[in-house]
């Protein structure tokens, strides 16, 4: 069985790292893009199995890139991942999970082993 494609957007450069290290520990096949553009040039080239997308980042935000990937895969499960409370801002339901930025990965790696899961 193929190993979980699992694309992390952060613009955060050390964050990205450790989501990588930590998540091909777990066995996935892990992909990073710093920015929204570049997330979606690799959703249209690859399809990811799962994604955590930041909200705040320069150029197009998590929000819109989010939006954006679930037109097209309205069943991709997207978690989004950002330093602040999003919870009352109806513009990120859409989206499959959310979880709180933490040098402790043990809350995201559950939540994406339970997305995948459900797929």
């Known amino acids: 069985m193929s190993k979980p494609k699992v694309l992390i957007v952060d613009d955060d450069q050390h964050l990205r790292m450790l989501y ?5 520990d777990e066995h996935y096949e892990v992909f990073i ?6 997330a979606l040039e690799f959703f249209e080239k690859e399809t990811p199995d799962i994604v955590t997308l930041d909200i705040l980042m320069p150029g197009m935000d998590g929000i819109e890139v989010l939006r954006r990937m679930k037109e097209k895969k309205p069943n991709l499960p997207v978690i989004m991942s950002t330093a602040y409370d999003y919870r009352d801002d109806f513009s990120v339901w859409a989206s499959d999970a959310y979880v709180v930025k933490s040098a402790d990965l043990t809350e995201l790696k559950s939540t994406i082993k339970t997305l995948l899961a459900r797929k």
């Open 33 to 38: 893009a710093s920015s929204g553009k570049e």
């Open 20 to 24: 990588q290290a930590e998540l091909e």
